[in-house]
Each structure stands twice: as structure tokens, then as C-alpha cells.
Antibody, heavy 120, light 104 residues
Framework: EVQLVQSGAEVKKPGESLKISCKGS????????IGWVRQMPGKGLEWMGI????????RYSPSFQGQVTISADKSISTAYLQWSSLKASDTAMYYC?????????????WGQGTLVTVSS | IQLTQSPSFLSASVGDRVTITCRAS??????LAWYQQKPGKAPKLLIY???TLQSGVPSRFSGSGSGTEFTLTISSLQPEDFATYYC???????FGGGTKVEIK
């Protein structure tokens, strides 16, 4: 079974750093793009960026460029999303999702989500 | 390229035929997907390449369109279909604003 399992919920203070993870299993991790999506409380889905674990080629949405870093460790089939200095406005649910082998195939499956709460 | 979904909210009854529209600011060929999201759950892929039904998705869901205008149709709304639906452009991956389908 193809599966993405994300790390657990986090509570952080403004200014702190954070790295959340997304572990793939049941498929060749290096052969599929992994994307990250933000969902702020009560709001819609926002595209953040995407990485190809095979060569770490990474693309960011202009809205998130410079705000977060996406990376991957193919030795442990895990993608990451990290912040160097969190803000209260980073409070959201974050999802990872695997893109199909072809661009037109969409994203499936999705991880269960990681809730990040940033509060003083 | 931006995506505009309409309506943002719709109220419907079980058995109704429901249509949601997604318009792209520029032509995107058939590079569009539709997702369903229920409260507290991750999105679920319904349709990709504008009109291809994802494996395991009921046939009452269908997608159509190409270029700049796309539709998601639910032929006979079931109780489990009350959710929020999003379109996604598959070139640079932005999402539409979502359509919440609620029980009338």
C-alpha cells in the first residue's frame, strides 16, 4: 500500500525553528514528486512547493519562496518542510502529497496532516 | 495562472445533480484535478486530467472541460458527498478557493 505518514502535531513559540516530516512507503520514493500544502484554520488549500527526491529538484510557490525550506532524505524515504523562524501566522495544518508519475495525474495519496501551532 | 471556483457555497438535497465550475486565467489544456475534503480529513483525489475518474471513486462523479473552463458534476448527491471541493491546476499547482456543499 502506498502511504505517506507525517510527523505529529507541534506547538512552538514565535521565532523558534521547526522541521516536520513526511515518510513514504510502498513505492519507489525517489521516483515521485512530493508536494506540500498549507491549510490555515477554516481556510482553503494553499500550494507551497514540491520536491523530486531522486535529485532534490525543488520548486516553490512564489508566496512561500524564502519563507520555508523543502528537502528530502532519500536514504530514509522522507521529505521535510522547515522554518527557521516561525510566526503566529504559520499556525496551520500542513499536508504532504505524492504526485502521479505524470503531471496530469494529480496528487494521491496524501499524508494525514501535521498541525503546527505557533503561540507565545 | 489563477483558478476561480464557483459557487463558493451551495446548498443541495440528497439526489440532486450538482455542478461546480473552475475557471483558469489562462489555458491549461487538461491539466486539472478535483479533490474532496471532509472536515478534519486530508483531501482526496476524485478526478485528474480534467475528466479521468480516480480508481475507487464512485461513477456519480464526473469531470469535463479543457482550456480555461472546467466542471465537476455529481449526478445524484449522496449523504457522504457533503464536503468541500477544490480544483487544482497541474502546471504550477495552485488550488481554487473551494466550494462547500451543504445539506439543504
Amino acid at each position: 500500500e502506498v502511504q505517506l505518514v507525517q510527523s505529529g502535531a507541534e506547538v512552538k513559540k514565535p521565532g523558534e525553528s521547526l522541521k516536520i516530516s513526511c515518510k513514504g512507503s510502498g513505492y519507489s520514493f525517489t521516483s515521485y514528486w512530493i508536494g506540500w500544502v498549507r491549510q490555515m484554520p477554516g481556510k482553503g488549500l494553499e500550494w507551497m512547493g514540491i520536491i523530486y527526491p531522486g535529485d532534490s529538484d525543488t520548486r516553490y510557490s512564489p508566496s512561500f519562496q524564502g519563507q520555508v525550506t523543502i528537502s528530502a532524505d532519500k536514504s530514509i524515504s522522507t521529505a521535510y518542510l522547515q522554518w527557521s523562524s516561525l510566526k503566529a501566522s504559520d499556525t496551520a495544518m500542513y499536508y504532504c502529497a505524492r504526485r502521479g508519475s505524470l503531471r496530469a495525474e494529480g496528487f494521491d495519496p496524501w499524508g494525514q496532516g501535521t498541525l503546527v501551532t505557533v503561540s507565545s | 495562472i489563477q483558478l476561480t471556483q464557483s459557487p463558493s457555497f451551495l446548498s443541495a438535497s440528497v439526489g440532486d445533480r450538482v455542478t461546480i465550475t473552475c475557471r483558469a486565467s489562462q489555458g491549461i489544456s487538461s491539466y486539472l484535478a478535483w479533490y474532496q475534503q471532509k472536515p478534519g480529513k486530508a483531501p482526496k483525489l476524485l478526478i485528474y486530467a480534467a475528466s479521468t475518474l480516480q480508481s475507487g471513486v464512485p461513477s456519480r462523479f464526473s469531470g469535463s472541460g479543457s482550456g480555461t473552463e472546467f466542471t465537476l458534476t455529481i449526478s445524484s448527491l449522496q449523504p457522504e458527498d457533503f464536503a468541500t471541493y477544490y480544483c487544482q491546476q497541474l502546471n504550477s499547482y495552485p488550488f481554487g478557493g473551494g466550494t462547500k456543499v451543504e445539506i439543504k
